[in-house]
Nanobody, 116 residues
């Protein structure tokens, strides 16, 4: 089982940057895919960035060019670097991992609020 704990959310102004972290513990060697999702009030949870251990990377159109997903294996941490934030980026951000067999894990979420 993999456990995930997100951090790094907060209140920022439009145009600013933020980096979210997702610390993974447990059977981290089984992680194959890693992703960040977000859920705004009244909306469904949606994937915005994803990567796999064999090099696949994908971004939602809404964040492409502004957000970057990375992983530091030595720190067992997955990051989401967010730049040029705007009001539409306000949401709860969730980290997700899955094994090759499809067993998934979710973090508890971290709130990102963009306001002037």
């Amino acid at each position: 089982q993999v456990r995930l704990v997100e951090s790094g959310g907060g209140l920022v102004q439009p145009g600013e940057s933020l980096r979210l972290s997702c610390v993974t513990t447990g059977m981290t060697e089984t992680i194959y895919s890693m992703a960040w999702y977000r859920q705004a009030p009244g909306n469904k949870r949606a994937m915005i960035a994803a990567m796999t251990t064999d090099g696949y990377v994908s971004y939602a159109d809404a964040v492409k060019g502004r957000f970057t997903i990375t992983r530091d294996v030595s720190k067992n941490t997955i990051y989401l670097q967010m730049k040029n934030l705007n009001f539409e980026d306000t949401a709860v951000y969730y980290c997700h991992t899955a094994t090759e067999e499809g067993t998934g894990s979710w973090g508890q979420g971290t709130q990102v609020t963009v306001a002037s």
